[in-house]
C-alpha cells in the first residue's frame, strides 16, 4: 500500500495545455515542425466539457505507422486499485503469453553535463502503438507507450470504436515511461526471471508496478521503496525484469529471482540491459547477447556522454527487423529537460516526434 501522505502531498496544477512538437526530420535535412493543440478544462472551447468528452477530443493520430497520442482526463482508479491488487479491482486487458516474447535493448546514458539520457527500443510483433498522457489527482504527470494489441484491441478500428472507460485502461499498461520529475521505466523478458508471491502484500501486475513508479515516485530509491510494499505477478505474462533512472544521474536494474527482488545498482555512468537476468550473471553470460555486448561496448568507449542523436544512433544499430515485427518504437527521454523523442516503426532517417510537459 502506498502511504497516504506520499499520495496526497502532491500539487497539482489544475489547469494544463498540452502542445505537442512533431519535428519531423525529412531524409533531405529540412525540417519541418507544428504543433497540436489539446484543449484543456480551462479553456473557452471545453469549459462545460466531461473528462470523458475531453479523453475523446485527446485522441490524435501523429503517424501512419499507426501511432496515437491520448490524453486521459479524470480519475483511472489507480488508488483505489493499489488498496485490493489485482485480482479484486480492475479487469485485466489480455495479456502476453511466455512464448511472445519482448526481445527489447534498454540503457542509461548518465553524463552528459546533467544531460541524463534513457533510451529504449520496444521490440515485438507489429501493431497500433499509443503514447498517453496521464495527470491524475495526487499523482505525478507522465507519459507512457503502449501496444494496443496488448491493451486488448484487436483492430485499430476497434480502439478507435472503444469507450472512455477502455480508454481508461490504457493507464495500467504502460511498457515504459517518463513523469514529470525525469524519473524513467521500461520492461524487457528476463527467462528466468521469476517472483513468487507473498501472501502478506498486496499483488500487482507485472506492468502496474510501473503505473506506480510513474505516477508516485521521482526517483530510483523511491521506485525501489514503493515496490518492496508490494509482490509482483507475472502470471499471464511473461517473466519480465526492469531498468529505472532518474534525472540525478542514479540507475537500477530490478529483477526477481528465488522469491526476491534484486537490485542491481549502476558502478558507472551507463547501464543497460536487455533480455537476460544480469543478477549473478559473469562475462560469458552477457556475451551471448549481441544487442547488450554492443551497447555496452559503446556505451564504455563514450563513458556514458551521449548526445540525444548518438543515443538514437545507438538505438538503430541494435534495432531488429523480422517478417511479422520488430522494433516497434525507439525512445531517448531525457531526465532532466523532460523532452521525449520517438522514432516509430525504425523510421530514424525520416522522422522523428517530441513531446514535452505542459
Known amino acids: 500500500m502506498v502511504e497516504k501522505a506520499t499520495i496526497q502531498d502532491k500539487k497539482r496544477k489544475s489547469s494544463r495545455r498540452i502542445t505537442l512538437g512533431i519535428i519531423l526530420l525529412c531524409i533531405i ?3 519541418t515542425t507544428w504543433s497540436i493543440k489539446i484543449w484543456n478544462q480551462n479553456s473557452e472551447k471545453c469549459i462545460d466539457c466531461s473528462n470523458s468528452e475531453l479523453t475523446l477530443q485527446s485522441l490524435v493520430k501523429l503517424d501512419t505507422d499507426p501511432f496515437y497520442y491520448i490524453e486521459l482526463w479524470g480519475d483511472y482508479g489507480f488508488e483505489q486499485y493499489l488498496q485490493a491488487g489485482i485480482n479484486e479491482w480492475v479487469a485485466e486487458p489480455e495479456r502476453l503469453t511466455s512464448q511472445n516474447s519482448w526481445a527489447c535493448s534498454i540503457f542509461a546514458s548518465l553524463n552528459n553535463n546533467n544531460d541524463f539520457l534513457y533510451g529504449r527500443n520496444f521490440d515485438w510483433k507489429d501493431g497500433p502503438k499509443l503514447l498517453v498522457f496521464t495527470n491524475a489527482t495526487n499523482a505525478y504527470a507522465s507519459y507512457s507507450m503502449v501496444d494496443l494489441g496488448i491493451l486488448g484491441f484487436s483492430s485499430e478500428k476497434n480502439f478507435l470504436d472503444a469507450s472512455y472507460d477502455e480508454y481508461l485502461q490504457a493507464a495500467y499498461c504502460p511498457l515504459d515511461g517518463m513523469n514529470e520529475y525525469g524519473l524513467s521505466i521500461g520492461c524487457m523478458t528476463a527467462s528466468g526471471s521469476e517472483n513468487i508471491l507473498n501472501l502478506n502484500k498486496i499483488k500487482l501486475g507485472s506492468l502496474e508496478v510501473m503505473r506506480l513508479a510513474l505516477d508516485y515516485a521521482t526517483s530510483v530509491d523511491e521506485t525501489i521503496l514503493l515496490w518492496r510494499n508490494y509482490s509482483v505477478d507475472f502470471v499471464g505474462g511473461p517473466p519480465l525484469h526492469y531498468l529505472i533512472a532518474d534525472a540525478s544521474g542514479n540507475s537500477a536494474i530490478i529483477e526477481f529471482t528465488d522469491g526476491e527482488m534484486q537490485v542491481i545498482l549502476t558502478e558507472n555512468p551507463w547501464q543497460t540491459s536487455t533480455n537476460f537476468l544480469l543478477y549473478e550473471s559473469d562475462t560469458t553470460d552477457k556475451a551471448k547477447c549481441w544487442r547488450y555486448s554492443l551497447v555496452e561496448s559503446v556505451l564504455k568507449e563514450k563513458n556514458g556522454e551521449l548526445s540525444t542523436q548518438e543515443a538514437m544512433d ?16 525507439s525512445n531517448i527521454f531525457n531526465m532532466n529537460t523532460k523532452e521525449i523523442s520517438i522514432v516509430i516503426g525504425m523510421d530514424y532517417s525520416k ?3 517530441t513531446f514535452t510537459f505542459p
Open 29 to 31: 535535412g529540412v525540417a
Open 314 to 329: 545507438l538505438l538503430e544499430d541494435v534495432a531488429q527487423d523480422w517478417s511479422t515485427g520488430g522494433t516497434q518504437w
Open 351 to 353: 522522422k522523428w516526434h
